[in-house]
């Protein structure tokens, strides 16, 4: 058997594996459970002296930063 055909055997059966695999895949997740209870945090607002307004909103106890700037144009 040539390279090629060997090639081109090896191809076809991964092919078939993944479709056997894809298949198995397409199952019905489990059932969800109860809902945990969420609180939005409370923000806190200020605007700048040069009229750019700033909210604060505190998510967890590690501190990051997360910078959006929004124009009307």
Do not use: H, W
């Not at 459970?33 to 307004?53: R, S």
């Amino acid at each position: 058997m040539t390279f090629t055909k060997k090639l081109l055997v090896t191809s076809i059966s991964a092919l078939c594996a993944l479709g056997v695999f894809s298949a198995n895949a397409k199952e019905t997740p489990p059932a969800g459970g109860q809902p945990k209870d969420f609180v939005v945090p409370q923000t806190d607002t200020m605007t700048l002296a040069n009229g750019l307004k700033v909210t604060f909103v505190p998510y967890g106890k590690t501190p990051k930063v997360t910078l959006q700037l929004r124009t009307n144009t």
